[in-house]
């Protein structure tokens, strides 16, 4: 079980930290993701993080801005967002899967386990 949190109402320009704790199973060897959807919009890849906890994508637009990190032994995936930007609002969803590979990582049908999601709203 995935559970995401962090999210809220910040200024562009500002910071947010997201954080998803997994319980059930550690996620050790599992590849790890950020997704989020806006009102009326498809579900789009933000950063992931490959099983080996070395690699990692991020679409480009926010390559430079944000920051996907996991601690495997708090058992916990982290998405820290900076200059946020109004365009990034949208409910953040982390997501597990512990077979999809590198060149798949952006795709959310390789992902099996999802968390509930987080709203974050940038405010211009």
């Known amino acids: 079980q995935l559970q995401a949190s962090g999210g809220g109402l910040v200024q562009a320009g500002g910071s947010l930290s997201l954080s998803c704790a997994a319980s059930?199973?550690?996620?050790?060897?599992?590849?790890m993701g950020w997704f989020r959807q806006a009102p009326g919009k498809e579900r789009e890849f933000v950063a992931a993080m490959h099983r080996n906890g070395g690699n990692t994508l991020y679409s480009d637009s926010v390559k430079g801005r944000f920051t996907i990190a996991r601690d495997n032994a708090k058992n916990t995936l982290f998405l820290q967002m900076n200059s946020l930007k109004p365009g990034d609002t949208a409910v953040y969803y982390c997501a597990a899967s512990s077979s999809i590979i590198y060149s798949e990582l952006h795709r959310a049908r390789g992902y099996n386990y999802w968390g509930q999601g987080t709203q974050v709203t940038v405010s211009s």
């Open positions: 059930g199973r550690s996620m050790r060897g599992f590849g």
